[in-house]
């Protein structure tokens, strides 16, 4: 099974504040994504990034994939109460070069922005 | 607008007993996941199915059992529930990854305990 690390695990800031939150791995991936999940539900999708280099922007939130395909980032400027969450990356796991129906989630980033 | 739906939300087992877990969604996905959800670990696949009457294992399929016999429905069952199995567990479906950007769409969750 290939992995996806996230880090930090956990991050606590003061609202305003800027964060960057990484999710890595050894495999290189056809796509990513990100998901938002809120206490007592299912995790959302906010991006999909396919493109080596790639970055995308969702209002205060921007997701960068890496060159190599391997790695993503995603930034929130100015966080925000409503940001707090847990931000999970996902890929659908290759196999010979060709992305198969599993999707695999990172670890997760348990966020926490106060007010 | 249902989605995905998750019965029951809520469930309490002692060790060897069963249950199955139903998940229904009404947007004429083809594929369906189940994964389990737990402290510091994201989200891992249990078992999928990109279609009825097929299914296949994930990540950690040990001890759980599914079937896909209406292609709105996708039942997760645990035969000899054991206390490594208390989780949450999540429900999703998707059109296939080639057909779209391979979005999941989550239910809420079956928090389920084992005593």
């Known amino acids: 099974t290939q992995l996806l690390e996230q880090s930090p695990q956990f991050l606590s800031i003061q609202e305003g504040e800027n964060l960057t939150v990484y999710c890595n791995s050894s495999?290189?991936?056809?796509?990513l994504q990100w998901y938002r999940q809120e206490p007592g539900e299912g995790p959302v999708l906010l991006v999909t990034?396919?493109?080596?280099?790639e970055v995308k922007k969702l209002k205060r939130l921007t997701f960068q994939f890496g060159d190599a395909r391997k790695d993503s980032s995603l930034h929130i400027t100015a966080a925000q109460p409503g940001d707090t969450g847990l931000y999970l990356c996902?890929?659908?796991?290759?196999?010979?070069?060709?992305?198969?129906?599993?999707?695999?989630f990172g670890t997760g980033t348990l966020l926490a922005v106060q007010p | 607008n249902a989605g995905v739906t998750q019965t029951p939300k809520f469930r309490v087992l002692k060790t060897g007993q069963s249950m199955t877990l139903l998940c229904a969604q009404d947007?004429?996905?083809?594929?369906m996941y189940w994964y389990r959800q737990d402290p510091g670990m994201g989200l891992r696949l249990i078992h999928y199915?990109?279609?009825?009457?097929?299914?296949a294992k994930g990540e950690v399929p040990d001890g759980y059992n599914v079937s896909r016999l209406k292609k709105q429905n996708f039942l997760l069952g645990l035969e000899s529930a054991a206390p490594s199995q208390t989780s949450v567990y999540f429900c999703?479906?998707?059109?296939?990854?080639?057909?779209?950007?391979?979005?999941?769409?989550f239910g809420e969750g079956s928090r389920l305990t084992v005593l």
């Open positions: 199915s990109v279609g009825e009457g097929t299914t």
């Open positions: 990034v396919v493109t080596g280099g």
């Open positions: 996902a890929a659908y796991e290759d196999n010979y070069g060709g992305a198969t129906n599993k999707l695999i």
């Open positions: 495999s290189v991936f056809s796509s």
């Open positions: 999703a479906s998707s059109y296939p990854p080639s057909a779209s950007t391979g979005e999941l769409f």
């Open positions: 947007m004429n996905h083809e594929y």
